[in-house]
């Protein structure tokens, strides 16, 4: 099981930029496949982006595609979100979660919550308007 630890939440205005971090603590973590997952009141659990193990294939939901960028660093363990042109639409907790694969199979594979099976405990998000 990966410890997984997100960072980087706040308070920002519209328009604005953040940028969460996940450190993960497990021996296996390069060999997963990793994802952000957001919580937004009012809304259904997303994953909103997701990567394979080597940072060659990056997946998006339509919602953050074009603004928010994932990348992950497996010398040092860690996964990052860029967040860009932040709506208040993108308010929610975000969770750094492995999916215990390298990869997907298809480009919407990245979307089923349930492969996600370690998670963090969570980053605040709040975008002001």
């Known amino acids: 099981q990966e410890q997984l630890v997100e960072s980087g939440g706040g308070l920002v205005q519209a328009g604005g930029s953040l940028r969460l971090s996940c450190a993960a603590s497990?021996?296996?973590?390069?060999?997963?496949?990793m994802g952000w997952i957001r919580q937004v009141s009012g809304k259904e659990r997303e994953v909103v982006a997701a990567?394979?193990?080597?940072?060659?294939?990056?997946y998006y939901a339509d919602s953050v595609k074009g603004r928010f960028t994932i990348s992950r660093d497996n010398a040092k363990g860690m996964v990052f979100l860029q967040m860009n042109s932040l709506t208040p639409e993108d308010t929610g907790e975000y969770y750094c979660?492995?999916?215990?694969?390298?990869?997907?199979?298809?480009?919407?594979?990245?979307?089923?919550?349930?492969?996600?099976?370690?998670w963090g405990q969570g980053t605040q998000v709040t975008v002001s308007s």
């Open positions: 979660a492995a999916r215990r694969a390298v990869g997907f199979s298809n480009d919407l594979a990245f979307r089923t919550e349930n492969e996600y099976v370690d």
């Open positions: 497990g021996r296996t973590f390069r060999m997963y496949a």
């Open positions: 990567i394979s193990w080597s940072g060659g294939r990056a």
